[in-house]
Nanobody, 126 residues
Framework: QVHLAESGGGLVQPGGSLRLSCAAS????????MGWFRQAPGKAREFVAA????????TYGDFVKGRFTISRDNAKNTVHLQMNSLTSEDTAAYYC???????????????????WGQGTQVTVSS
């Protein structure tokens, strides 16, 4: 079992930045790919970014357009999402997710992830 806890959300003005963190506990000795998803009110949960267990590969949703960076520190069992140039369209609850895997892959689909955090709210507003 892997437990995930997100932090770093909050209220930020348009054009601002936030750094989200996801701390993993429990079965952290296993290799696992990580992903970030988000869900705005009335919308489906959508893919934001993903990273392989060894940080070799990363991928992002089309809407990111170079504004976000996913990274991880396996020594600290944490994953980060640096978000820059935020707009009101980025307002959503952000969730991190983990998939136990030994491959150098990232994963796009919600159904591929086995563990989820409770989410952290990001609100972009002036």
């Amino acid at each position: 079992q892997v437990h995930l806890a997100e932090s770093g959300g909050g209220l930020v003005q348009p054009g601002g930045s936030l750094r989200l963190s996801c701390a993993a506990s429990g079965r952290t000795s296993s290799r696992y790919a990580m992903g970030w998803f988000r869900q705005a009110p009335g919308k489906a949960r959508e893919f934001v970014a993903a990273i392989s267990w060894n940080s070799i590969t990363t991928t992002y949703g089309d809407f990111v357009k170079g504004r976000f960076t996913i990274s991880r520190d396996n020594a600290k069992n944490t994953v980060h999402l640096q978000m820059n140039s935020l707009t009101s369209e980025d307002t959503a609850a952000y969730y991190c997710a983990a998939k136990i895997t030994a491959s150098d892959s990232w994963y796009l689909l919600r159904s591929e992830y086995e563990y989820w955090g409770q989410g952290t709210q990001v609100t972009v507003s002036s």
